[in-house]
């Protein structure tokens, strides 16, 4: 097995973002995870920084370093997303309050002193929710640019469209100025978009092969998972919801359960109709640069049997 690839998981759990963390904690063989870092979006920095460590604990894992970051958009008030995730934001099991400690360091000077410290292209960031931390990063070291491996995100959509208005994804229209700083900043990105995280579905068979796993983890992944779906099956009329941020996990994981390609991608920060979108120039119709490698093909079933088999480990 090649070495293990040191990663950083910026997220605001969220049941989906519950299952990346238990994806990547369920993975030490080829996933170094060197701290999570958490951000205000699908419930406020207390919840979601909260949540972290309850997930931390579920694992297994209270030696992980949790460190709390920004509490709000770069230049916008924050929107949450509490009637999908449950006001506490992982709504579904019953959680104790967290006991393991949270890290004084601010989750952004966090993320700079790793990338200056390890050595240049060896750290990549997974990110899992708004992108205002990343951003707020590249504003005060815009040298750390250089030394990222790659952005592994969860965040947009094209063919697809948006969750949160017609046009944009809850991630990138929480903080599009975040985006925008991130995607104009020369750093190899790989993009999930809702086109892809809309084909992995939480089936009634895949779910059941979790609970199979009869682990307190595995069950606590099934009940998120039974509060989480509710909503998009009533919204999309499907038989289970997509689980977005664990494609992000996937990924470094298993590339080859993936497809997609290099585009360009320009962030809408200036409409009101379509703040936050995300201007994929999937046919190269345009001049400009491709920026990220836009995904939009999944093997879903691949997808899952890698899911299940690493919650299994924890």
């Known amino acids: 097995m090649s070495q293990r690839k ?13 299952a990346a963390i238990m994806l990547a904690l369920g993975s030490t063989s080829e996933l170094d995870v060197l701290g999570i870092t958490t951000v205000a979006g699908n419930v406020p920095l207390a919840l979601t920084t909260r949540n972290a460590r309850i ?21 916008r008030p924050l929107v949450t997303a509490e009637h999908v995730h ?7 099991p019953e959680f104790d309050e967290p006991t393991m400690p949270l890290q004084d360091k601010h989750a952004v000077d966090f993320i700079i002193d790793t990338l200056r410290a ?3 292209g060896s750290v990549t960031l997974c990110t899992l929710g708004p992108l205002t931390n990343v951003a707020l990063a590249l504003q005060r070291a815009p040298e750390i640019a250089g030394r990222i491996a790659e952005i592994v995100m969860m965040g947009g959509g094209f063919f697809e469209g948006g969750n949160i208005t017609p046009a944009a994804e809850f991630n990138i229209y929480v903080d599009p100025e ?14 999930m978009p ?24 595995a069950i606590a992944l099934v009940e998120m998972l039974e509060f989480f779906e509710r909503f998009d099956i009533e919204k999309y009329g499907s038989d289970g919801g997509p689980l977005h941020d664990p494609t992000v996990i996937a990924y470094l994981l298993r590339p080859e359960l993936f497809g997609g390609r290099d585009c ?50 924890l």
């Open 86 to 92: 449950g006001k506490t934001g992982l709504d579904g």
């Open 194 to 217: 809702l086109d892809v995280t809309h084909k992995v579905l939480t089936l009634k068979t895949r779910v059941e092969k979790i609970r199979a796993i009869g682990s307190r983890p």
């Open 264 to 313: 360009n991608v320009e962030i809408e920060t200036g409409s009101q109709l379509t703040a936050g979108m995300t201007v994929v120039d999937w046919w190269q119709v345009t001049e400009r640069k491709p920026n990220a490698r836009v995904m939009r093909d999944i093997d879903a079933q691949g997808f899952f049997d890698l899911l299940t088999e690493r919650v299994a480990r």
């Open 118 to 120: 390890e050595p240049a």
């Open 6 to 18: 040191k990663i950083i998981i910026d997220t605001d759990p969220g049941q989906d973002d519950a």
């Open 55 to 75: 997930l931390c604990e579920l694992c297994g894992r209270t030696d992980m370093m949790v460190f709390a970051g920004a509490n709000a958009p770069l230049k």
């Open 178 to 191: 975040a985006a925008d700083l991130v995607f104009r900043g020369g750093i190899p990105i790989v993009m």
